[in-house]
């Protein structure tokens, strides 16, 4: 995140340029670390951001209080330059897909999985046709061609902003599903969540939570938050 070369400024504003909106910090604009122009896709999206750089004046910006600012530069820095690799490495999730490795003991636990995950992986198949089997275990599981197919369908129409929202939600969650239920507006950030965490509640239930596993989870719960919110702003 930089902004040419001078370390301070005064004023953040929001240009539009063509059918962008792009954020400037005094004369110069907002570049992401590959030197590309934040020029976003719509107003509030912009306005977040540069709203983002007005909480930091007069000091100098930190980079962990600009998640929206970050999240925007792997859009820009990596989504559209990289957009076949980003696609192949959600799709790998397929095969280690969260929702679909299920425990095989203690029965509660299996139930509760299967309770909670599998209404999810019935939406996936009937609002992108892709069918992910379950298994027992955590060992990678071979899904069907069809199945990947449908999902690389359901990853085409999303723009660079939309799919950087998403990987953010997948690598977070370890779940293609929750990432595309969110996009869709199937679940809530704290509906991801629940699910995404699981098995990490159900141990917490059993022996406790340590100050290590609190943060953790905290850490997954923003970025669930960050990925809705970017795309709510993407969406207005």
Not at 161 to 189: E, H, K, N
């Amino acid at each position: 995140m930089k902004a040419a070369s001078k370390p301070g400024f005064n004023t953040v504003t929001v240009v539009q340029e063509g059918s962008g909106f792009t954020v400037r910090l005094d004369d110069q604009t907002l570049r992401s670390p590959a030197g590309h122009s934040y020029t976003l896709p719509t107003k509030a999206l912009a306005e977040a951001i540069a709203q983002e750089w007005r909480a930091s004046v007069p000091k100098l910006p930190r980079p962990e209080a600009m998640p929206l600012t970050r999240l925007a530069a792997t859009s820009l820095d990596r989504i559209t330059h990289q957009r076949a690799d980003i696609e192949a490495q959600l799709l790998s999730y397929a095969e280690t897909e969260l929702l679909c490795h299920r425990a095989g003991s203690p029965a509660d636990l299996a139930e509760r999985q299967a309770r909670h995950w599998q209404p999810l992986l019935d939406w996936l198949a009937v609002r992108h046709d892709a069918l992910l089997k379950p298994t027992i275990g955590i060992v990678a599981l071979k899904q069907d061609r069809q199945a990947f197919a449908a999902l690389k369908a359901a990853l085409t129409p999303l723009d660079p902003w939309q799919l950087a929202a998403v990987a953010l939600a997948v690598s977070i969650s370890g779940s293609l599903v929750i990432g595309l239920a969110l996009a869709d507006g199937r679940l809530t950030p704290d509906q991801a969540f629940e699910l995404a965490e699981l098995d990490s509640s159900y141990q917490i239930e059993t022996w406790g939570e340590d100050s290590e596993a609190t943060e953790r989870r905290a850490g997954v719960r923003d970025d669930l938050e960050l990925a809705k919110r970017f795309l709510d702003l993407l969406a207005s």
